[in-house]
């Protein structure tokens, strides 16, 4: 028998097989993914986590081409925006410019510098990574194509798929990468475009659409429906419209575009509004920033009993179990709201359930919405006509952030803060906040609202002065009438 184990342990070193089991196997590394994989290292869980990422670097969508690289851009833009208006503060920038090279440069580096963490979290937690392509081979098993062309297969008491989404491509709009891209490769434009037509003006085209008009780029914001950031509040998407306008954004809504042509002097995409009247739009490049689709493509769910919903995502209750035992899935793949911090929030639910801890199922209404572009906007909960709609006696408060000391201070004084309440027992149903740090004043609202604040409540809590958030404080106060600074 110690002969036995003594070759078994051998084999194992020498990587000839893996007579070890895992409890858990997770599939793709992105916020989802390794969030998972570093809560089931603390519960002292035996984790393996298969990324097939080139060079084995661990962050996903979101690390890689997506939040993190996105917002450095976003960061970059708006600091060479503020340093145009510098002498209305007393200051002064000679021969003011921006090095596109640089900027990359400093983009890049965030990405590399979060990647390695990453790495360095899953070798704290003591997390196996496996560099290859995984597919699901049977109950428990994930077999692997490594980066080296051999397979592995890993044996897995639970396997969790967080494979997130790619970009979905729009018949008659296909992307090059050069005139007519999508939401990856204008991460890594080499120049910044004379002009560019965004097509789609969710958080990812309103974002690029802030980033590149702060750079010169003469931006031109194309929208299908009737309003630009559609699952926002109806008066938070007239505001940033508002301010969009007022930058020299050019916002187009109710726009159908169904045709696209392409010469030597760039693209030309026509279509029809809301009159039913010809429109036409010119520009060096297209950027297209709409649809994006669950990545499960050779995943071997024809293995399972997992199911897939017509719009292609997994069939999951609400504890992301799906139809296969043991098989769970998280991130973009299910029908949540495909955020990173939700994704993170449900491979921990995941991995705490597996690891016999009591859990609770997330409140969905309760998941926070930002888009970061200039003004920022952030949201939790129901919308004005959203609770409206769904039999709510409604009670709402306003504060412009054009009355607030430190917003002047900031010289960022477009926005507001509305807060979305029900009479009869005041609790918060909705807050919306366009304006500078919506994104970061938003937590607030997320704390309280998850314990069953009422407005009054959130309006006698007291805020340091001077500073934004002093605005959530004077919104709740307005849902009965009560803002002092207006």
């Not at 002969?3 to 793709?28: M, P, T, Y």
């Not at 508002?242 to 020299?248: E, I, L, T």
């Not at 995409?269 to 689709?293: H, P, Y």
């Not at 919903?309 to 035992?325: A, F, H, L, M, S």
């Given at each position: 028998?110690?002969?036995?184990?003594?070759?078994?342990?051998?084999?194992?070193?020498?990587?000839?097989?893996?007579?070890?089991?895992?409890?858990?196997?997770?599939?793709?590394?992105?916020?989802?993914?390794?969030?998972?994989?570093?809560?089931?290292?603390?519960?002292?869980?035996?984790?393996?986590?298969?990324?097939?990422?080139?060079?084995?670097?661990?962050?996903?969508?979101?690390?890689?081409?997506?939040?993190?690289?996105?917002?450095?851009?976003?960061?970059?833009?708006?600091?060479?925006?503020?340093?145009?208006?510098?002498?209305?503060?007393?200051?002064?920038?000679?021969?003011?410019?921006?090095?596109?090279?640089?900027?990359?440069?400093?983009?890049?580096?965030?990405?590399?510098?979060?990647?390695?963490?990453?790495?360095?979290?899953?070798?704290?937690?003591?997390?196996?990574?496996?560099?290859?392509?995984?597919?699901?081979?049977?109950?428990?098993?994930?077999?692997?194509?490594?980066?080296?062309?051999?397979?592995?297969?890993?044996?897995?008491?639970?396997?969790?798929?967080?494979?997130?989404?790619?970009?979905?491509?729009?018949?008659?709009?296909?992307?090059?990468?050069?005139?007519?891209?999508?939401?990856?490769?204008?991460?890594?434009?080499?120049?910044?475009?004379?002009?560019?037509?965004?097509?789609?003006?969710?958080?990812?085209?309103?974002?690029?659409?802030?980033?590149?008009?702060?750079?010169?780029?003469?931006?031109?914001?194309?929208?299908?429906?009737?309003?630009?950031?559609?699952?926002?509040?109806?008066?938070?998407?007239?505001?940033?419209?508002?301010?969009?306008?007022?930058?020299?954004?050019?916002?187009?809504?109710?726009?159908?575009?169904?045709?696209?042509?392409?010469?030597?002097?760039?693209?030309?995409?026509?279509?029809?509004?809301?009159?039913?009247?010809?429109?036409?739009?010119?520009?060096?490049?297209?950027?297209?920033?709409?649809?994006?689709?669950?990545?499960?493509?050779?995943?071997?769910?024809?293995?399972?009993?997992?199911?897939?919903?017509?719009?292609?995502?997994?069939?999951?209750?609400?504890?992301?179990?799906?139809?296969?035992?043991?098989?769970?899935?998280?991130?973009?793949?299910?029908?949540?709201?495909?955020?990173?911090?939700?994704?993170?929030?449900?491979?921990?639910?995941?991995?705490?359930?597996?690891?016999?801890?009591?859990?609770?199922?997330?409140?969905?209404?309760?998941?926070?919405?930002?888009?970061?572009?200039?003004?920022?906007?952030?949201?939790?909960?129901?919308?004005?006509?959203?609770?409206?709609e769904a039999g709510?006696?409604?009670?709402?408060?306003?504060?412009?952030?054009?009355?607030?000391?430190?917003?002047?201070?900031?010289?960022?004084?477009?926005?507001?803060?509305?807060?979305?309440?029900?009479?009869?027992?005041?609790?918060?149903?909705?807050?919306?906040?366009?304006?500078?740090?919506?994104?970061?004043?938003?937590?607030?609202?997320?704390?309280?609202?998850?314990?069953?604040?009422?407005?009054?409540?959130?309006?006698?809590?007291?805020?340091?002065h001077p500073t934004v958030?002093?605005?959530?404080?004077?919104?709740?106060?307005?849902?009965?009438?009560?803002?002092?600074?207006?």
């Amino acid at each position: 028998m110690i002969i036995w184990l003594l070759i078994d342990i051998s084999n194992l070193r020498e990587g000839k097989a893996l007579a070890e089991q895992f409890d858990v196997c997770i599939i793709g590394s992105g916020p989802g993914g390794y969030v998972a994989a570093v809560r089931a290292g603390q519960l002292g869980l035996k984790v393996a986590i298969v990324e097939k990422e080139k060079d084995a670097k661990l962050g996903g969508t979101c690390g890689l081409r997506g939040c993190i690289p996105t917002k450095a851009l976003l960061n970059a833009a708006h600091l060479y925006h503020k340093a145009g208006e510098f002498e209305k503060y007393g200051l002064s920038v000679k021969d003011l410019s921006y090095d596109w090279a640089g900027v990359q440069k400093y983009k890049s580096g965030i990405v590399d510098k979060n990647a390695a963490g990453v790495t360095y979290l899953m070798k704290k937690n003591k997390v196996t990574v496996f560099n290859g392509f995984g597919k699901i081979a049977g109950k428990g098993k994930v077999e692997v194509a490594l980066a080296d062309g051999k397979k592995e297969t890993i044996d897995a008491k639970n396997i969790i798929i967080a494979t997130g989404s790619v970009v979905r491509p729009i018949p008659g709009f296909e992307t090059d990468g050069k005139q007519v891209v999508n939401s990856d490769h204008i991460l890594e434009l080499t120049s910044v475009p004379k002009s560019l037509i965004v097509m789609g003006s969710g958080a990812v085209g309103s974002e690029f659409a802030s980033v590149y008009h702060r750079f010169g780029t003469e931006v031109t914001l194309v929208e299908l429906l009737d309003r630009i950031v559609p699952l926002e509040d109806a008066e938070v998407s007239k505001e940033l419209q508002r301010a969009f306008k007022k930058q020299g954004i050019k916002v187009e809504t109710g726009v159908k575009l169904d045709k696209l042509t392409k010469d030597k002097k760039g693209v030309k995409v026509s279509g029809k509004n809301g009159k039913g009247e010809d429109v036409t739009f010119e520009a060096e490049m297209l950027l297209v920033a709409v649809g994006r689709m669950p990545y499960l493509e050779n995943l071997g769910l024809e293995n399972t009993k997992v199911v897939v919903n017509p719009r292609g995502t997994i069939k999951v209750n609400e504890y992301c179990e799906t139809d296969e035992p043991n098989v769970f899935a998280i991130g973009d793949v299910i029908d949540t709201a495909w955020l990173a911090h939700l994704a993170s929030k449900e491979g921990i639910l995941v991995v705490e359930k597996i690891a016999g801890k009591k859990v609770e199922p997330i409140k969905q209404n309760l998941v926070p919405n930002c888009t970061y572009c200039d003004p920022e906007v952030a949201s939790v909960g129901l919308t004005e006509a959203k609770a409206k709609e769904a039999g709510y006696d409604v009670k709402v408060g306003k504060f412009p952030f054009s009355a607030s000391g430190k917003a002047r201070i900031l010289g960022e004084t477009d926005g507001f803060v509305k807060i979305v309440a029900e009479k009869k027992y005041d609790e918060v149903l909705g807050v919306h906040i366009i304006g500078p740090h919506a994104t970061e004043l938003l937590a607030e609202a997320c704390v309280a609202m998850a314990l069953e604040t009422t407005a009054d409540e959130l309006g006698r809590v007291i805020h340091a002065h001077p500073t934004v958030s002093e605005s959530v404080m004077e919104a709740a106060e307005g849902v009965h009438d009560l803002t002092i600074h207006i």
